[in-house]
């Protein structure tokens, strides 16, 4: 089992659902969260006053899958969240020690599956 974390731009979010729901990921959770790397920030003006806003939004997508399915997931996730520019985001891929639906109990597999 693998939980791959994907945080990137907001506008790529409708695209990032659309390429995973191509390549079988049954679910997924979405968070909006706030960084600093690589942008390190930005100057806006509001009401004449600049200032300068160091944690841009970006957007969280966890998936949990399987081992053999989490290579396809990061593929599209990369596909769809590209813009080429700076502060596309970053994908992070880690082990996964148990998934219990709750609902039902199942472990595992049989938890992320539809």
């Given at each position: 089992?693998?939980?791959?974390?994907?945080?990137?731009?907001?506008?790529?979010?409708?695209?990032?659902?659309?390429?995973?729901?191509?390549?079988g990921?049954?679910g997924?959770?979405?968070?909006?969260v706030?960084?600093?790397?690589?942008?390190?920030?930005?100057?806006?003006?509001?009401?004449?006053?600049?200032?300068?806003?160091?944690?841009?939004?970006?957007?969280?997508?966890?998936?949990?899958?399987?081992?053999?399915?989490?290579?396809?997931i990061?593929?599209?996730?990369?596909?769809?969240?590209?813009?080429?520019?700076?502060?596309?985001?970053?994908?992070?891929?880690?082990?996964?020690?148990?998934?219990?639906?709750?609902?039902?109990?199942?472990?595992d597999?049989?938890?992320?599956?539809?």
């Open positions: 089992m693998k939980l791959v974390t994907a945080i990137f731009k907001p506008s790529r979010l409708d695209a990032v659902i659309d390429a995973l729901a191509a390549v990921a049954s997924l959770t979405v968070s909006e706030r960084g600093y790397g690589r942008q390190q920030g930005k100057t806006e003006v509001y009401r004449g006053a600049e200032y300068e806003v160091r944690l841009l939004p970006k957007v969280q997508v966890d998936v949990a899958c399987s081992a053999d399915a989490a290579e396809r990061v593929g599209a996730i990369i596909s769809a969240a590209n813009t080429e520019t700076i502060g596309d985001g970053k994908i992070f891929v880690r082990e996964l020690d148990t998934v219990i639906r709750i609902r039902t109990g199942e472990r597999e049989k938890a992320v599956s539809q």
